[in-house]
């Protein structure tokens, strides 16, 4: 299609339908997705009562989570020695550890039996939390912020005996099942604890793309083996980008090994094949302090940001969907408009899959109301 | 300041005039391969108190280590840094190389030397100052090595070779300017205890160069004579050697960990001591308590010196990292502490040689009066503001080509 009008015209009419549609008459498709709107300009003492508020505008944590281990993946992208500029990892890239602190102590009060954080630190089988000390954070907040708190690393077995699989709905686009660490099906309730980014090959990283970390390396990384996975993880996910190999043969193969071999054909269709695959039933994106460019410091140029917003849902693709109209970006947008100029849309991806709507229309929003938590992301 | 740096004389300067592109440098020592063809050379120099000296043949009160060209290593016909096992450019240093030279060889003058460069082979002017501040930063004095176009150039006077050369001057000035800092002992949180010869020569030697790449700060002790004062204030000894220790070393090792320190070593140690130690364990190692301390013995005899430094850092835990350096996949750093303890100096090489575009940040543990900054290419030092951290300070560290100091005073 053809653009009649310069990008920064579109980009502001993209983002005015978006916010003008959560007030026009909803679809009649099914119960509309709740999500929660929250601003918080800083890290400091109104965050945790920011998530709470957000939190009983879902219905309550309790309702979800109580009597339940809770599993939670947040965000540590790339090795913690990056930063952009002098800006520590966490008020750019990472989600930010007062906020995962925060989560864990209201799943902990609201009665969740334990609380597993998870993470496929980049190229290391090391413990999460040697990993959080080279970043300098402190474990022991996020481990003290609840009772029976525990940390795994699930870029390899782990403390696991062995691989769980987790087959895809539908077949998927790419892999019709994953296999991972035992902890993404150890738990009763999963929670995708995400920030909120730009990408370079999926064009957002939001609570779904934050899913991507789910795959261990030693399977689905470089470094993975071939016919059994590796012990010891290696490495980044290049072969799930480029396609350049298969997973270790102990993994089911691709599905059709013939569709390109484009990062930003495979990319945006594997993220929504694994949260089909394990499905997220608390999405949770933070951007009090984030950046816009890219998704780490790595990707040039970029800009560290400081949106002050929390949004937090039960679906993740209506979460997302939200995000990324804070962002400035249209849900709906397709392949060739902002923000997947390069690649296709993952929400729209996982919603072929039956994950859930990206259409404002079919989301019911709460809390602040949109237009007061825009931050554009591309100025 | 006394001219006491080496230079290895290059082929193409005979010359006697070339002499002049000394006159004034910190160069008090030419190297020679021979005295064929030089002896005009020689007779001049001699003249000029210059000490001449075979590069086989050190000096009395030197030794001489057979070192590399420190850098990031590039990939042949590449233009990215070549990656190592962990997927970030690889550095080679000769830091832990001069560092054992040094406690080998007490009271000895240590210079590390690499093969000139070929014929062909072009080394940047920055790849020079790498090699001397990576050397003289762990105490060494790097022996100057020109290639064949910097020498030949330097000998017509060719202006863009002549200002390299007075940059390079001016950073073995700075070095020699601060030789107290050669005597300031390291401070570390872990002690590599080995014999570092025989059968455990190279594992020994590639574990120092690889616990140096993963910035856990070590002091290197060897095992014959081990004493306990060598262990002192520190957090763990790793044992690699795969012979089992002697008695003596044994007993000092297991004090060490009954006072409350930790030991890695491998099966060969013998008989496990103590009993199974709560915690988190490692997959590949048994880990025990003994008295107030803790064994971490392997379940089998670590045969990769990379994956035991990867294992030992681990084990000993980044919470007791006592520099950490962020956009710093290119530094190094040896961090060392005044006699009189009131002054601690993290050394950080650019082993690219390039300031780069990414600013870098280090933390370092503890708490501090004040913060500076030396650099071999600034004259004076540079106050630094310090970010209090729980356990630390990070210092945000102005973009540097080759060598920063950051001098804390307690």
Avoid at chain 1, 151 to 176: C, D, W
Wanted: glycine share 10%; proline share 8%.
């Amino acid at each position: 299609m053809r653009m009649n009008c310069t990008r920064r015209q579109w980009l502001a009419a993209a983002a005015g339908a978006a916010l003008a549609r959560p007030f026009a008459a909803r679809a009649a498709t099914g119960p509309a997705p709740r999500v929660a709107i929250a601003k918080c300009p800083t890290y400091g003492p109104e965050l945790l009562p920011a998530m709470q508020r957000m939190f009983d505008q879902l219905g309550g944590l309790e309702r979800l989570v109580k009597g339940k281990t809770v599993a939670i993946k947040v965000n540590l992208t790339g090795d913690t020695s990056y930063r952009l500029g002098h800006a520590p990892a966490e008020d750019t890239h990472y989600t930010h550890p007062r906020v995962i602190a925060a989560a864990v102590h209201l799943m902990g009060r609201a009665g969740a039996r334990r609380v597993r954080l998870l993470e496929s630190c980049w190229s290391s089988a090391e413990p999460l939390a040697e990993f959080m000390l080279q970043a300098n954070w402190e474990p022991r907040d996020i481990l003290g912020a609840a009772p029976r708190v525990e940390f795994e690393n699930t870029n390899y077995l782990g403390s696991g005996k062995k691989y769980v699989r987790l087959a895809t709905p539908k077949g998927g686009h790419i892999f019709r099942a994953f296999d991972v660490n035992h902890s993404y099906e150890d738990c009763d309730v999963f929670v995708s604890l995400a920030k909120m980014k730009e990408h370079a090959t999926a064009g957002v990283t939001l609570s779904i793309k934050n899913c991507f970390g789910i795959l261990p390396v030693t399977i689905y990384g470089d470094g993975a083996g071939i016919d059994e996975p590796s012990i010891e993880p290696h490495g980044g996910r290049g072969i799930m980008h480029d396609g350049s190999r298969q997973p270790a043969k102990s993994a089911l193969p691709e599905n059709d090994p013939k569709t390109p071999r484009e990062d930003t054909y495979r990319i945006p269709r594997i993220v929504a094949d694994v949260v089909a695959a394990r499905p997220v039933d608390l999405a949770i994106v933070e951007a009090v302090r984030s950046m816009a460019g890219g998704e780490g410091p790595w990707i040039k140029p970029s800009r560290a940001i400081s949106p002050g917003v929390l949004v937090a849902g039960t679906n993740c693709v209506a979460t997302d969907a939200v995000c990324m109209a804070v962002m400035g970006f249209d849900p709906l947008a397709v392949r060739g408009t902002a923000p997947f100029e390069r690649c296709d849309s993952t929400l729209q991806l996982a919603e072929e899959l039956g994950v859930g709507p990206r259409d404002l229309q079919r989301i019911e929003i709460v809390g602040t109301p949109l237009r007061e938590a825009v931050y554009r992301y591309r100025v | 300041m006394h001219p006491n740096w080496p230079l290895r004389w290059p082929e193409q300067w005979r010359d006697p005039g070339t002499l002049d592109l000394i006159k004034d440098t910190p160069f008090g020592f030419l190297l020679f391969p021979s005295a064929d063809g030089y002896q005009s050379v020689v007779d001049r120099a001699r003249r000029l108190d210059i000490t001449i000296c075979d590069i086989n043949h050190p000096p009395a009160g030197v030794e001489l280590a057979k070192g590399e060209w420190p850098g990031i290593r590039m990939a042949q016909g590449q233009g990215d840094a070549s990656g190592g096992p962990t997927g970030v450019p690889w550095i080679d240093s000769n830091g832990w190389l001069v560092r054992l030279t040094r406690v080998r060889k007490p009271g000895q003058t240590v210079w590390v030397a690499a093969d000139p460069p070929k014929s062909n082979q072009i080394v940047p002017l920055p790849q020079h100052q790498v090699a001397v501040a990576d050397a003289a930063a762990h105490g060494g004095c790097w022996v100057v090595t020109l290639d064949k176009d910097m020498a030949q150039g330097l000998a017509a006077g060719k202006p863009e070779l002549v200002n390299g050369w007075h940059k390079l001057m001016g950073a073995i000035g700075f070095f020699q300017a601060h030789r107290e800092w050669s005597a300031w002992p390291v401070d570390a949180v872990l002690a590599v205890v080995s014999s570092f010869a025989g059968n455990d020569e190279f594992f020994s030697q590639e574990l120092l160069n690889l616990t140096a790449r993963t910035n856990v700060s070590y002091s290197i002790v060897p095992s014959g004579g081990l004493r306990p004062e060598a262990l002192r204030g520190l957090r763990a000894v790793v044992y690699p050697d795969a012979g089992t220790p002697s008695a003596e070393v044994r007993q000092v090792l297991l004090d060490f960990v009954e006072r409350g320190g930790l030991l890695i070593a491998g099966p060969h140690w013998g008989e496990a001591q103590g009993a199974p130690a709560a915690g988190e364990p490692h997959p590949g190692y048994a880990l025990r308590q003994f008295g107030k301390g803790r064994i971490a013995l392997a379940h089998k005899q670590p045969d990769d010196p990379y994956e035991l430094a990867q294992d030992t850092q681990i084990l000993v835990s980044h919470r007791y990292d006592l520099v950490r350096l962020f956009n710093g996949s290119l530094l190094g750093s040896y961090c060392t502490v005044s006699p009189d303890g009131r002054r601690r100096l993290a050394h950080v090489i650019n082993y690219s040689g390039d300031a780069g575009d990414d600013p870098a940040t280090a933390y370092i543990a503890g708490r501090y009066r004040s913060a500076k900054l030396w650099s071999c290419e600034s004259a004076g030092p540079r106050r630094l503001d310090m970010v209090v951290q729980r356990d630390g300070i990070e210092v945000h560290l102005p973009q540097f080509d080759v060598y920063g100091g950051v001098e804390l005073e307690t």
